[in-house]
């Protein structure tokens, strides 16, 4: 599987937007974009994903760039319970999900 | 809505002793996973199983094995258990076909285990 890179940390303040990139520049044609986040003591949660076109669900918003080295995870209004690990990963062949070092959002009151 | 029940929740054991960890999925899910995650540290994938039988495998040791039952729930068996084996064990499940990029994984709240 490709490799993505995320900053180890970030802060928001809430109810403010939050943007976490994610750059992964040797993703394949195939490979789709994944999102999860892993809440304290909890099992990671599906997030997004996306493949090309920019997508929205009711919990956050995928913006792919157009040469898909790139892609941002967008949180329109954080809330104190959007703190977690957030992970960007590339889905190619095979079922696993590959969990890397991920960002690690606190959010101020 | 149903989500992934895992059993036991805590589990503790001594080094060299056994331990077997249970996983129900979502109803209907025909796709189970397991990840093991140690103090500090990021999911890893061990094992994965679709409609009963082994579809990927990740970095398990030889000391363990899993399977899946008719009725999609899944076991982790784990033999001559050491220290280091003391982790957050989450399985997950999906619907569909075994390998497909955009399948979304729904995921237990884990077994910890700690091994003295």
């Known amino acids: 599987d490709a490799k993505t890179t995320q900053p180890n940390s970030m802060e928001s303040n809430e109810e403010e937007p939050v943007h976490l990139p994610c750059n992964h520049s040797t993703i394949s044609g195939t490979d789709y974009i994944h999102w999860y986040r892993q809440l304290p003591s909890q099992g990671p949660e599906y997030v997004i994903h996306?493949?090309?076109s920019n997508v929205n669900n009711r919990m956050a918003s995928l913006a792919i760039a157009e040469d898909r080295k790139s892609s941002t995870l967008i949180l329109h209004r954080a809330t104190l319970r959007d703190a977690a690990v957030y992970y960007c990963i590339l889905k190619s062949s095979g079922d696993k999900l590959t969990f890397g070092t991920g960002t690690r959002l606190a959010v101020r009151p | 809505a149903a989500g992934v029940i895992q059993s036991p929740r805590h589990l503790i054991k001594e080094k060299r002793e056994t331990a077997t960890l249970k996983c129900y999925p979502i109803p209907r899910h025909d796709t189970v996973y397991w990840y093991q995650q140690g103090p500090g540290q990021d999911p890893q994938f061990l094992i994965s199983f679709y409609e009963k039988m082994q579809s990927d495998k990740g970095s398990i040791p030889d000391r363990f094995s899993a399977q899946q039952f008719s009725d999609y729930h899944s076991e982790l068996n784990m033999s001559s258990l050491e220290l280091g084996d003391s982790a957050l064990y989450f399985c997950?499940?999906?619907?569909?076909?075994?390998?497909?990029?955009?399948?979304?994984?729904?995921f237990g709240p884990g077994t910890r285990l700690t091994v003295l």
């Open positions: 996306g493949l090309t």
């Open positions: 997950a499940s999906s619907l569909g076909r075994a390998g497909g990029r955009y399948n979304e994984q729904f």
